[in-house]
């Protein structure tokens, strides 16, 4: 499945232009569906500040809610990756800031998950560890692990992640040190389990730890919707 090329198409939205994978069935786990407009009839005032809509005072509605204000309301245009825009779009108060933090993710962190980190990974209830390199796909929908073997995850079929931590980070904190993945392998309904301990770069792999725990979030979101 991993190996299916992704090919892109650009689409003409209400919202916007989009760009999106030709194949709805190869999207980014990560992605979020545009929301339906509240349908103008239903919106006589701003669902922000309560201004009343005239011929002077138009009505726009925030690309990720779908909500629908006044331009004060929502007049900022951010970007917003996670619906595949081209270009910024125009978002309520709440949901720009809601896009901006996501920013850093897809400009910092996504770049931390796809240059990988290494780990010893043992699989199930084995007492066999293998020392491989983790790294997510560039179509972000796989987890590839790469040592003397090989094996994948599909991020939509991990039914639960916790990020082990121990005590070594400076100023006495804790500091990610370890996943421990639950998930069905491709064509299996049995769960299985996966741990990950970092190896020898431990700043690195902490690093990529904390960029999996936000994509965490992101990819639950994105269940939930």
Known sequence: MSSVPDGKKLIRSPSGLRMVPEN??????????????????????????????????????????????CDKCCSK??????????????????CSLVSQKEMEFYDKQLKVLLGGGTFVVTLGTSDKSETMTCRLSNNHRY???????????????ISSMQILTDGTSPGGGSRASGMLLHYKPMGSQDVQQLRMEAADDKKVASLWLAAMHKAAKLLYEARDQ
């Open 143 to 157: 987890l590839f692990l790469d040592g003397e073997s090989h094996f994948e995850v599909e991020l939509s079929r």
């Open 77 to 94: 245009k951010v970007a917003l990756q996670r619906m595949c825009f081209v270009d910024p779009v125009r978002q309520c108060a709440e």
């Open 24 to 69: 709805g069935a190869f999207s980014s786990p990560f992605s979020l569906d545009e929301p339906q407009w509240v349908p103008d009839k239903e919106c006589p005032r701003c669902m922000q500040c309560d201004t009343k809509f005239d011929f002077i005072k138009r009505k726009h509605h925030c690309r990720r809610c779908g909500r629908c204000f």
